[in-house]
């Protein structure tokens, strides 16, 4: 089809400098939004939330129907995998996640690859209610999201229990043991193609890597564990998939950026807040989409604070005349005003 | 003098590819030896302990004794500013450091430049006791140097309250009122300026300005916050002290690393953990020397993983044939075996 008749979001995933850039927001379905506080009070917990399909598609469609993004991202959360692999997850109140923690054999044996299909199909029929609803609610430009945690990232919430600065006991394990930290990643992979292609199935249009914790690797680490992995995704996909981008977020890569662009086949990068765009513009491989990277804090804020630092991007977006999607840095945060957001999207669609 | 009558530290600062490189470690003096353990029992809190010339020069000198090092870094904490400057600080056991918030012109009215000089004169005392300390103790090829924390990061600290994983109070703040914000920094240059020209008069031979959190900032409100300060610290220091160098650390900076280097003025930048040492070699001005980045974790781990880390730094340092300086990424964790440090400094003088 002509790129002119395709989505935005896939648009630029295909190598073209949109202008005005496609724009969606991470974590835009979320506890800044009234709507979703009130069905998120009326489930006994968070997981029950993502395997919910009537209530998970609906939080997904919430903001796209406030602000008409480009792209709705599957309700869902990075440890979803672990919990369908068999290792436990739990959402404690005001202290995020606590899983058991893995740090031997025993433990990465009764990971069982057999119960992931079965565990994550009622987030296929999220994805397929979403897909639906999309098209039924009129909104045909905009793309759906579906994603993964990277295995890395995934691997340091499984070792480490829960939530880390640094996650030292993840990188001691992987200093000391790296025959299990390495079948543990492996493990991760295989699971991650099988959910991930079970969201292409299902209507996912694009799919997004989160490796929220690659910037405490040192180099050496960070190609062993963050791209091997993520290639290894990215070539399988492909093959199955060859119409469906592939987004990869090594957050707090830093000056690794380029090497993991290049390296890992993807089809776009992230960009955490302290990347500077025009450098990552000269370091990323010029076919691969920038995305990012407005500091959350700068939203909440809101005023000329917003406006100095999303007209700071976007003019060297524009600048960089490359593929380039609008989006923050990290997630958006809780106490964002949702009337802040409507004030970017009119900002980023005037640019 | 010759180059060559110096110690390899400053002559590496002095942009000399010192080989084999001078060596120290971030927190060297610290929990991981028992001689350490063994003095900070006997004293009643963190501040205490800093504040107390015998104590802290011998800490100081205890892992030049052991090891050898090619610098000593006074023993002290980059809070100690603050405190200095009348706000309050409390080390709490497992918490960490607790100050009060500031938030508003009121509390930051209250800070008083006035008191810094007498409040640090017990550091300084430190400082000429560890300098007549490494003279009498036969360290002439050891370096002593001062630091303080560098002004976004004291004001992260003092505007959160404590830690934080990311100081969203703190860019909140900066965003909501710069004005404010603005007076903050300013304030702790020249409080900064203050307590580091007593450091040069007391003894320290070389300078550090820890920026433990640049890596939570956008690329704008980083030269803002980290670039703008700093280069105001460095111009007036090397205008009243030309011969002592001063080693930047933007922690987690990562693309930002080159950009800071040049505008500051820096004779040294430290890496952390994260930076690969070829690609900061090419992004960083020639004569700046690199320091770094081993991570803490793979000391911790010993053997081959620490050996695999050490070389891969070791030889892309002589191939950037550069001035460089051995250092972690981050600081010595207190689990990390006292023999494990032997072997790295083994590994390091015989590169």
Not at 145 to 167: L, Q
Not at 249 to 268: D, I, K
Not at 314 to 321: E, F, Q, T
């Amino acid at each position: 089809m002509p790129s002119d008749s395709r989505k935005p979001l896939l648009r630029a995933l295909a190598g073209e400098a949109v202008w005005p850039p496609p724009m969606w927001l991470m974590r835009q379905a979320g506890r800044y939004l009234p709507e979703y506080r009130a069905i998120r009070a009326g489930v006994p917990d968070f997981v029950a939330l993502c395997t919910s399909p009537d209530k998970a598609a609906e939080v997904t469609l919430q903001p796209i129907r406030r602000y008409g993004f480009d792209a709705a991202i599957l309700f869902s959360d990075i440890l979803i995998l672990p919990w369908a692999l068999g290792h436990g997850l739990e959402f404690k109140e005001g202290e995020g996640p606590v899983l058991p923690k893995l740090r031997d054999a025993a433990a990465l044996d009764a990971l069982s690859l057999d119960r992931v299909a079965d565990a994550v199909a009622p987030i296929m029929e999220t994805v397929r209610r979403v897909s639906a609803g999309l098209t039924a609610e009129g909104f045909s430009q905009t793309a759906l999201i579906g994603f993964a945690g990277a295995p890395f990232t995934v691997a340091c919430y499984m070792v480490e229990g829960g939530g880390s600065r640094d996650f030292a006991a993840t990188r001691a394990l992987a200093y000391a043991d790296p025959g299990l930290f390495g079948r543990l990643l492996d493990v991760l992979t295989e699971a991650t193609i099988v959910y991930l292609s079970a969201q292409v199935e299902a209507g996912a249009e694009a799919l997004m890597l989160f490796d929220s914790w690659a910037g405490v690797l040192s180099p050496l680490q960070f190609k062993a564990q963050v791209i091997q992995p993520t290639r290894r995704i990215v070539e399988v996909m492909r093959q199955r998939y060859p119409h469906v981008p592939i987004i990869g977020f090594p957050r707090l890569s830093g000056m690794l950026l380029g090497g993991y662009a290049g390296a890992t086949g993807v089809q776009g990068v992230g960009m955490d807040t302290s990347m500077d765009l025009g450098l990552a513009a000269s370091q990323v491989p010029a076919h691969v989409a920038l995305q990012g990277n407005l500091d959350p804090m700068a939203l909440v804020a809101g005023g000329d604070a917003l406006q100095r630092e999303a007209n700071a991007i976007l003019a060297a977006a524009r600048a960089a005349n490359r593929p380039y999607i609008f989006n923050l840095g990290h997630g958006i945060v809780p106490q964002t005003p949702p009337d802040h957001v409507a004030a970017l999207r009119d900002l980023v669609r005037g640019a």
